[in-house]
Every structure is written in structure tokens, then in C-alpha cells.
């Protein structure tokens, strides 16, 4: 009787084991089936939530920006808000779980984002929606005659795309929702610079001069005369009508006020943003607050280096001597490329004394098309390499001493390893191109300064200039938020960044003019860089011994670009495992 009771037994369990799998499995299956139809809809609406937009790459016919557009984006997210609901989370495997997590994250994120004016600023002081466009195809491979066939119809269907912002830009117009006059000065140049008389000297017409010798002679002479008329009557007609509006009717009703709380509804705008850029619901009081701190801390470490180069004088006195000094700046583009690059490869002889996982994919060192220093990742296909841009126009404004802290920061072990790793590890496509400011700026400023611990900034004062870096982001808590949610006028934000950074006055005034066009995107640096040293401290403390740096920059970077409070619960779980 024992003998059969247990059998019985058994069978129950099997039977229980086996519905509870069988549902596990449909709960993954309808999860996966989810994941794969919004992949579909996003590649063919071409816009991926909260991806970096430097990062845009022409592919045919370009996205629809019309407010059609954003209410058929809208419902299509309402509605997957509505399905996930339907999947039993605790059904899914542990990474399973973790992709439900931020993808539900990111669906309620984007459902909030159509409720305010993100679409009535797609102006930026270093950027916009037409110098986006422009710089595209430098980010992009020309292999087959499809990928020319594609940008043949992406120049056509530029019209559409260039009449349907400046619809927005209208719109803004009669809100109320306009830039900043003096930020936006002698704007007009990003948009006239593209007004060349001669088409073969357009950005555009550059990946007509090295084409694939696969395609024939007679067929590269047909798209490069198809790709000069496109040029020449439909892509330069375009640039200047946007110029003329932006010229005649958007500057002549820019806003007075820097702050963006001083436009209707900007102060819940502002809020959002925080929330966006950071992914903490922290107020603009806190980080504020926070600013002040850490721009006194790192003071504290910049005087202990002027100390001990024996320097007379005051701070002030020694900024100023770095900002005018020859010996800190070069005037040969070339030979800050070559400087970048020496620096870049150093650092990759340490790498795997910090980590274990190193990314398979490479990265290219370009002058940057338009200006300042940024990195733009591959786009995942593997034609493509990832790009390290840097500033070789307006090289005063690119001192020699921040040049470590900088490539760190925009190369490896920054944002090219973070983009590289995520695009090559075994997870969901959209947590691949991904892209939370707080975890990808924040690792990026926490790069900078892991390359102390690594043995760099031997110089000190390319030391100082890692400081100065870390000094400028601790400022951005300050000057962006007393900007937005204080009052602070223009001139009283450059006055506080010359004055606790060693950044060149052409840089500083860049910089605020880029804080007021772009609001709470510069708190992402700061605030994701404080929760990452958080993590690594209580990690420290927990683990002693058995704490391994490499094991904690690899789970740091193994799940992709995530929200604050996801990558801290993740870590606290690492830090248990770790304990076992």
C-alpha cells in the first residue's frame, strides 16, 4: 500500500510538474512571439525607443514624424502595455524576467513620453533632425547595390521627412515652445554649411566616390548621376527651406529666458526629463544639492595637484594658464588623431586585467562632421565599425590634457566596449541598441576614472584634466538644474562652469548653450557615475576578498544599458551569488 501510495504520489507530482512547465513554456513562447512582433513594428517604423541619436542610419524610406505617425506609435504601445499584462512573469526564466522587466519599463516610459513636447525640439545647440540626416552615411556601409538602392529612396523621401518637422517646428512656434535666442545664435550655419554649389562636395554625395567594384562601371555611373539629381534638386531645395524658416519665422519668435520652466507646462516637462535622462525619480532640489558636493570633494583633489606642480597663484590663476599655455594644445588635426589613437591603444593592453569579457568588434577614429566629441556605435550588422568622432575643427577648444580622460570616456573602456558587448551578448534585440543616458554616460565618466586605478594619467596634468572632466559633470548637476528649476540666467552658469573647470571658455559657453537646449540630459552623467561607484563600494564592503573587479565590470556591462534601480537589484543579487 506504501508502494503504490508513493506512486501515486509520483504521478501527481509528474502531473503538476508537467502543467507547470507546459504553462511556463507558453508563457515564454507568448512573451517571445511579443518581443519579436514590436522588433518587427520598430524596424519598420524605424524608430527605436530610447536609442542614441547619433546612432541614426538612413534605410530606405525614412520615419514618419507626422502627429499620424506618433498617435499610430502611440496606440500600437497602449497596446502592448495591455498584452504584457496578460504574461505571468514568474512563469519566465530568470532572464526572461529581466527582459520582461525593462521591456514593460520601456513601454510605460514611452507611453509617457507621447504626453509631453519631446517632439517640438528636434533642435539641439550641437545637433538636430537635418544634421542627423547629413551625418549619416558616414555612419554606414555601402556593400551591395541594395544599400544604394536604399539611400537613393531615403534622399527622395526627404521632402516629406524635412516638411513634417518643420509642421512641429510651427507648432512649437505657436506655443510658446521655441529655443533659446542666445543659445541658438548663428544656428543657421549647421543647415547653410550643406548649401554647396558644387554636389560632388556634399556630404551626400561621399559614399558615391569608393564604390564596390562588384557593381559595374555602367551601373555606378547610373547612381552617381541619380544620386547628383537627388542631391542637387531635391535634398539642397530642402536645406533651404528649412534654413528660410528657421531663419525668417523660427528665430524671430525664440524665447527670452533660458530656463525651459519658463514656457507653459515646462516645469512638469523639466520633471519629466530628470526622469527620463536619469531614470530616478530624484527632484531637481536633490541633484542640485548633490552638484554642490561633489564639485566641492573634487576641488578639494584638483588644489592638491596644482600644489604638487608647484604652482604660485590661485585656481583661477592656474585655469587660466592651462587655457592659454601653448604647450597644452595642438594645431594639426592629424596630430590629435594620432595622439587619440596611441592612447586608444595603450588602454587595450589593460583590458583584460580589468575584465574577462572584451567585445569582439573594433572601432574606427574620426574628425567629427559636425563638431564636439561623441562615439556612435556599430549598427549591429557587422559591416560596420563602432566610431570614435573627435574635435579637430575648433581645436582650442580640445585641450591635450583632457585627451585621456576623453578617450576613455568615448572609446574603451567607455561607451565602445558598453555598445559593443551589449550588441554581442545572447539577449533581446531591443536591449541591444538600447540606450538609458544614466547607465551609458554614467559608465562612460566611470571609465574615466577606472583608468586612474589603471595606471594612467601619469601627467599631472592630464590628471588635472581627468578632474576638470569630473569637476564639469558635477557642474551640470548644478548649472543645468539652477538653469531649468532656479532661474539662473545664461551669463550666471557660464560664470560658475569657468570657474570650477579648467574647460576652455569656447567650451564652456558651448557647454551651457547645449544645458539650455537640451535640458536634464546632462544630469545623466553624474548621477549614473554615483550609482556605479555606489554598486562597486557595497560590492567591496560585502565581498572582501572575494571581491573580483573584472567579475563586477562584467556584470556592470553583461545586461545591456539599463535604468538605475534594475541595475542595482541586479547587482545586489550578483553580490549574493557571489557570497555563496
Given at each position: 500500500m ?11 507530482f ?7 512547465s ?9 512573451f517571445?512571439?511579443l518581443l519579436d ?6 524596424n ?35 497596446e502592448?502595455?495591455s498584452?504584457?499584462?496578460?504574461i ?13 522587466r525593462?521591456?514593460k ?26 544634421s ?10 555601402f556593400?551591395t547595390?541594395q544599400?544604394?538602392r536604399n ?7 526627404y521632402?516629406?521627412y ?16 521655441t ?9 543657421e ?5 550643406h ?12 559614399p ?10 555602367a ?30 519665422e ?7 529666458t ?9 516645469a ?19 541633484i542640485?544639492q ?17 600644489k ?6 590661485e ?18 588635426a592629424?596630430?590629435?588623431l ?14 583584460p ?7 569582439r ?19 549591429g ?14 581645436l582650442e ?19 565602445h566596449?558598453?555598445?559593443a ?7 533581446a ?15 562612460g565618466?566611470?571609465s ?9 594619467y601619469?601627467d ?13 559633470r ?17 551669463q550666471?552658469?557660464i ?26 540630459q ?7 557615475e ?13 565581498l572582501g576578498?572575494?571581491?573580483?573587479v ?19 537589484e ?11
Amino acid at each position: 500500500m506504501k508502494i503504490k501510495q508513493l506512486s501515486i504520489g509520483i504521478l501527481l507530482f509528474s502531473g503538476l510538474s508537467l502543467t507547470t512547465s507546459t504553462f511556463a513554456n507558453q508563457n515564454s513562447e507568448k512573451f517571445q512571439q511579443l518581443l519579436d512582433e514590436h522588433w518587427q513594428n520598430a524596424n519598420k517604423e524605424q524608430i527605436f525607443f530610447r536609442k542614441d541619436p547619433d546612432a541614426f542610419r538612413m534605410n530606405g524610406k525614412l520615419p514618419e514624424m507626422s502627429a499620424k505617425g506618433r498617435e499610430r506609435r502611440a496606440t500600437y504601445n497602449h497596446e502592448l502595455l495591455s498584452r504584457i499584462e496578460t504574461i505571468d512573469v514568474t512563469q519566465l526564466t530568470s532572464a526572461e524576467q529581466v527582459s520582461y522587466r525593462l521591456f514593460k519599463y520601456e513601454r510605460e516610459a514611452e507611453e509617457k513620453s507621447y504626453q509631453f513636447q519631446d517632439h517640438l525640439y528636434p533642435l539641439t545647440y550641437y545637433s538636430g533632425f537635418h544634421s542627423y540626416f547629413a551625418g549619416a552615411p558616414a555612419n554606414m556601409s555601402f556593400l551591395t547595390e541594395q544599400d544604394y538602392r536604399n539611400y537613393l529612396i531615403s534622399l527622395a523621401d526627404y521632402p516629406r521627412y524635412n516638411q513634417e518637422h518643420i509642421v512641429d517646428l510651427k507648432q512649437a512656434v505657436a506655443l510658446g515652445h521655441t529655443h533659446y535666442c542666445k543659445s541658438f545664435k548663428g544656428y543657421e550655419k549647421s543647415i547653410s554649411k550643406h548649401l554647396v554649389n558644387n554636389v560632388e562636395e556634399s556630404v551626400f554625395y561621399a559614399p558615391m566616390l569608393n564604390m564596390p567594384t562588384a557593381i559595374s562601371p555602367a551601373q555606378q555611373s547610373t547612381y552617381r548621376q541619380q544620386v547628383k539629381n537627388l542631391i542637387k534638386n531635391t535634398v539642397l531645395p530642402e536645406y533651404q527651406a528649412f534654413y528660410d524658416f528657421f531663419t525668417q519665422e523660427y528665430m524671430t519668435n525664440c524665447r527670452t529666458t533660458a530656463g525651459i520652466n519658463s514656457v507653459k507646462g515646462g516645469a512638469d516637462y523639466y520633471q519629466y526629463l530628470i526622469e527620463y535622462y536619469t531614470t530616478t525619480d530624484l527632484t531637481a532640489d536633490e541633484i542640485h544639492q548633490t552638484g554642490l558636493d561633489e564639485v566641492k570633494r573634487i576641488r578639494q583633489e584638483m588644489q592638491t595637484i596644482i600644489k604638487a606642480v608647484g604652482f604660485k597663484g590661485e585656481f583661477k590663476d592656474f585655469i587660466k594658464f592651462l587655457r592659454t599655455d601653448p604647450q597644452f594644445y595642438t594645431d594639426n588635426a592629424m596630430d590629435m588623431l594620432e595622439k587619440a589613437s596611441y592612447i586608444t591603444r595603450k588602454m587595450a593592453a589593460q583590458l583584460p586585467k580589468w575584465f574577462t569579457v572584451l567585445p569582439r568588434s573594433t572601432f574606427d577614429i574620426k574628425s567629427s562632421p559636425n563638431g564636439g566629441a561623441y562615439y556612435v556605435a556599430s549598427d549591429g550588422s557587422g559591416t560596420t565599425s563602432g566610431t570614435y568622432f573627435l574635435e579637430t575643427k575648433n581645436l582650442e577648444s580640445q585641450p591635450l590634457y583632457t585627451l585621456e580622460a576623453l578617450t576613455f570616456h568615448e572609446a574603451e573602456p567607455g561607451h565602445h566596449f558598453q555598445s559593443a558587448i551589449a550588441q554581442e551578448v545572447d539577449m533581446a534585440e531591443f536591449r541591444k541598441t538600447l540606450y538609458h543616458a544614466a547607465y551609458g554616460e554614467g559608465w562612460g565618466l566611470y571609465s574615466e576614472r577606472l583608468g586612474k586605478e589603471m595606471g594612467f594619467y601619469q601627467d599631472p596634468y592630464s590628471d588635472f584634466g581627468r578632474l576638470t572632466y569630473e569637476a564639469w559633470r558635477a557642474c551640470r548637476l548644478v548649472v543645468d538644474t539652477g538653469i531649468h528649476a532656479k532661474g539662473w540666467t545664461r551669463q550666471q552658469a557660464i560664470d560658475y562652469l569657468a570657474d570650477n573647470t579648467a574647460l576652455s571658455m569656447a567650451d564652456v559657453i558651448g557647454q551651457i548653450d547645449r544645458y539650455i537646449s537640451w535640458p536634464a540630459q546632462a544630469l545623466s552623467y553624474k548621477i549614473g557615475e554615483i550609482k556605479i561607484r555606489q554598486l562597486r563600494a557595497t560590492a567591496e564592503a560585502a565581498l572582501g576578498n572575494k571581491f573580483d573587479v573584472r567579475a563586477f565590470h562584467d556584470q556592470m556591462l553583461k545586461n545591456g544599458s539599463l535604468p538605475m534601480a534594475l541595475l542595482e537589484e541586479l547587482t545586489m543579487d550578483w553580490i549574493k551569488q557571489q557570497q555563496i
